[in-house]
């Protein structure tokens, strides 16, 4: 299993610009989650999806922040326009679950520099 | 939510146990604890979870208080790969899918 896949794995773009974030949840995995790393505010989840439906939206942080799960395979998360304090670490998690046995296994992040 | 406090950071010689601390005061019945790491530029990666026993996996051992108000994350014989962030999280099964992430233990393994 290759796991949870992101693409790009690092941006750099100027204040302004659209940027779209790419997300592959393990197959077979119900559940999709975004999370947001910085290091004034640590880890936090932005959004996540249950069998592609949008479940719980309240971290996104304003209305330049959008998320879509068109299928089981495929998410995104835009941001437009993009802002320097934009730049963040952004993970990817799926699971099988919720609950208590629902591991979270997480992407290896898209790095994103806002200029 | 439960909120969990951890010391912001340790040391642990190579080959060591590591014993990480915990504590979650205000945990309620239905809540779990839950272990994840983050070693340096990667995503978070789970380690174990438990209830209210004693739990066990190839990982690591989570030793939990009769109380439940404080938890135990134990790395039986650290090794410098697992030097990272380790952090606690206290979860209701209700709560759906939010991992709420505190600052966690930044674990340092020295040869």
């Known amino acids: 299993d290759a796991g949870v896949i992101q693409s790009p794995r690092h941006e750099v773009t100027e204040m302004g610009q659209e940027v779209t974030l790419r997300c592959k949840p393990i197959?077979?995995?119900?559940?999709l989650f975004w999370y947001r790393q910085t290091m004034m505010r640590g880890l936090e989840l932005l959004i996540y999806?249950?069998?592609?439906?949008?479940?719980?939206d309240s971290g996104m942080p304003e209305d330049r922040f959008s998320a879509k799960m068109p299928n089981a395979s495929f998410s995104t998360l835009k941001i437009q326009p993009s802002e320097p304090r934009d730049s963040a670490v952004y993970f990817c998690?799926?699971?099988?679950?919720?609950?208590?046995?629902?591991?979270?296994?997480f992407g290896p992040g898209t790095r994103l520099l806002v200029l | 939510d439960a909120k969990t406090t951890q010391p912001p950071s340790m040391d642990c010689a190579e080959g060591r146990a590591a014993n990480l601390p915990c504590n979650h005061s205000?945990?309620?019945?239905?809540?779990?604890v839950y272990w994840y790491r983050q070693i340096h530029s990667q995503g978070p990666q789970y380690i174990i979870h438990?209830?209210?026993n004693n739990e066990t996996n190839e990982m690591a051992s989570l030793i939990i208080t009769e109380d439940r108000k404080s938890s135990t994350l134990i790395l039986p014989h650290a090794t410098l790969r697992d030097t990272a962030v380790y952090y606690c999280?206290?979860?209701?099964?209700?709560?759906?899918?939010?991992?709420?992430f505190g600052q966690g233990t930044e674990l340092s393994v020295k040869p």
């Open positions: 998690a799926s699971s099988l679950r919720t609950g208590p046995g629902g591991t979270q296994y």
């Open positions: 197959s077979g995995h119900d559940y």
């Open positions: 999806f249950n069998n592609n439906v949008p479940i719980d």
């Open positions: 205000t945990i309620s019945g239905n809540e779990y």
């Open positions: 438990g209830l209210k």
């Open positions: 999280i206290v979860r209701s099964y209700n709560q759906g899918g939010k991992l709420i």
